[in-house]
């Protein structure tokens, strides 16, 4: 590792934490009359302060940047897993899976006479749609790895993951043809909201990145010696396979847990990466843990930008998310063109 | 250092509808051996199957009398350096960085690399000459650079095989001479050297040399071998001939003919 490397890591770490520090702040001050110091203040010496901030704002700010945390980790780990830079966590099924997961759930509490909506669902229902979300993406999951015969090739995962995210669609809209009002859910879910999050998200979020994080990480020297070819790697004394396995395992536990909680968030998970690479180009172990950090800000500012733009409304996050991503990613293309 | 036994017997592969080995058999010594043939010989099949990367169809290949398919993949690895005829080389690494990547098979995925890693990528770069630029990324690198950072890599492994498919491929003619001269001190240092080439004149100085067509093994032999240079002459239809140039062989081609 060069100098100028160890130099640029060590920026992006601390840029990060900065940012991260910055934002969590932000976070706790954007509420509903919009976003100031002043209001943060008047919010905390007023008699909900224990309310507002401890149990909507806090578990909110946690929470957003714990699912973009996952979803940055696990897209990193999907780009080195498929050597393809547009790779992104809901590749294998998982989105569509847990789409479905949802969907099924609102339509079965609709035809069943007590219709349930995201917005005003009770613990339970919400227990129930989250379930039914994470249940999903680990289902769409297994599925694209039944169908591709296991992880021995990348190919056939990949193209077994389009399969699966193109029948799942449609089973989605057959489900949603029958049962109409759960239309509404599912499009609340496939915005993406980081509303819903409270202090149990936190826990389950929170877990999840502790198990996947360093899971991720230990296999990363996998991912780098994939960048030489699968036969070069397989030379190395690598079991790919299992190496696929236990790096699918970690990716749709991520995904899972971060659509489960806060629906269908877009471009982070492919927009993280790209970030830490473009800002220190590193083995996959640092650019993993880094993506982790770089998609929990990404998510954190979309957060506090979608609670603050129109406030009191507030816009979903994951139309920022992809506002944001899409439009870094076409500035990318435009630099490139004009190099 | 004495090398283990690689060995295949009446291989065969088919690759498709092609059968890119048929009943080849062959106990690489140690030594240097440079494969030979023309295009779709089964060359670089024979040196993935001797790799464990290709699973025959038929027929043994064994490390030490045990299936080569039965031993742990990492011990497997530690003891079978291959490079690859055309590596991929994605991703952001720097040179050293790929060249630590051999030593994988040693440390695993879960345990940091120690001196004695790190002395052998040092070996590995300095015998290919790639040291000056172990900050640069591959990407950044020419073909024939790129070559000699994957030669490396193979190197870092410190196999006492090493399986090199085309390394002189992007070489330029004094790289290709260096890479000669490390190949034939690997043989001397008592490894194991096989290789699959198309400069027949940089084959002409392995100790021993594998002729193959069509997916069989024609000839094998020291590269003095007469018979050898007949069968050799002939698998390129007569388009080539052997001279001797001083104590070396080198092939012509032959323009005369039709």
Redesign the interface.
């Known amino acids: 590792m060069t100098t100028m490397d160890t130099q640029r890591r060590f920026r992006l770490v601390v840029g990060l934490t900065a940012l991260t520090v910055v934002l969590l702040a932000a976070g706790l001050a954007a509420g509903s009359d919009g976003w100031s110091l002043a209001a943060l203040l008047h919010t905390l010496n007023g008699p909900d302060a224990a309310l507002i901030v401890g149990e909507i704002r806090a578990p909110r700010t946690l929470g957003a940047w714990l699912t973009g945390a996952l979803l940055g980790l696990a897209g990193a780990t999907a780009q080195g897993l498929f050597r393809n830079p547009l790779a992104d966590p809901y590749l294998l099924g998982s989105a569509s899976g847990a789409s479905l997961g949802v969907v099924l759930v609102l339509a079965g509490s609709t035809l069943a006479g007590h219709g349930i909506s995201l917005a005003t669902a009770d613990a339970l229902s919400r227990i129930g749609l989250v379930s039914a979300a994470f249940a999903g993406a680990l289902l769409g999951v297994l599925v694209t790895l039944t169908l591709a015969r296991g992880a021995q090739q990348t190919v056939r995962l990949l193209l077994s993951g389009v399969i699966v995210g193109v029948v799942l669609g449609a089973l989605n809209d057959l489900v949603t043809t029958a049962a109409p009002d759960a239309l509404r859910g599912k499009q609340a879910f496939m915005l993406g909201s980081t509303g819903f999050l409270g202090w149990g998200s936190c826990v389950a979020l929170g877990l999840g990145l502790i198990v996947c994080a360093p899971l991720s990480w230990r296999w990363s020297r996998a991912l780098d010696a994939l960048t030489l070819g699968e036969d070069s790697a397989r030379s190395l004394g690598l079991h790919l396979p299992r190496v696929r396995i236990a790096l699918i395992a970690s990716l749709a536990l991520a995904t899972g847990l971060a659509v489960s909680q806060a629906g269908l968030v877009a471009f982070v998970g492919l927009v993280a990466p790209h970030l830490v690479r473009r800002f220190a180009p590193a083995p996959h172990g640092f650019t993993t843990l880094a993506s982790a950090g770089a998609g929990g800000a990404l998510l954190l500012a979309a957060d506090v930008l979608a609670r603050s733009l129109i406030a009191p409304q507030e816009v979903p996050v994951g139309v920022l998310t992809a506002l944001l991503g899409g439009g870094y990613l076409l500035w990318l293309l435009h630099r490139r063109r004009v190099a | 250092m004495t090398p283990p036994r690689l060995e295949a017997r009446d291989v065969c592969v088919r690759l498709g509808d092609t059968l890119a080995l048929d009943g080849a058999s062959f106990v690489p010594p140690p030594g240097w051996t440079a494969i030979v043939g023309p295009n779709g010989a089964g060359k670089s099949t024979l040196l993935?199957v001797l790799?464990?990367?290709q699973p025959p169809a038929a027929g043994h290949v064994t490390l030490n009398a045990r299936a080569l398919a039965a031993w742990?993949?990492?011990?497997?690895?530690?003891m079978?350096?291959?490079l690859?005829q055309q590596?991929?080389?994605?991703?952001?690494?720097?040179v050293?960085?790929?060249v630590h990547?051999?030593r994988?098979?040693h440390?695993g995925?879960?345990t940091a690399p120690g001196i004695e890693d790190e002395a052998a990528v040092d070996q590995a770069m300095a015998a290919t000459e790639c040291a000056a630029w172990q900050?640069r990324?591959l990407h950044e690198l020419s073909g024939g650079e790129r070559q000699r950072v994957?030669l490396a890599?193979a190197l870092a492994?410190m196999a006492p095989i090493l399986l090199l498919d085309e390394p002189t491929t992007h070489l330029d003619p004094p790289h290709q001479v260096a890479l000669v001269r490390l190949l034939q001190r690997e043989a001397r240092a008592g490894r194991t050297v096989v290789s699959v080439l198309h400069d027949l004149s940089l084959a002409l100085m392995a100790d021993r040399l594998v002729v193959m067509d069509r997916g069989r093994i024609r000839a094998q032999g020291a590269r003095d071998d007469p018979a050898l240079h007949a069968a050799f002459v002939d698998v390129f239809g007569g388009a080539i001939r052997i001279e001797r140039v001083g104590d070396r062989w080198i092939t012509v081609p032959q323009l005369e003919m039709n």
Do not use: N
């Open positions: 993935r790799a464990g990367l742990p993949a990492r011990e497997r690895g530690a079978l350096a291959w690859a590596s991929e080389s994605s991703g952001e690494l720097t050293r960085e790929v990547l051999g994988v098979p440390l995925l879960f900050q990324r994957l890599r492994v």
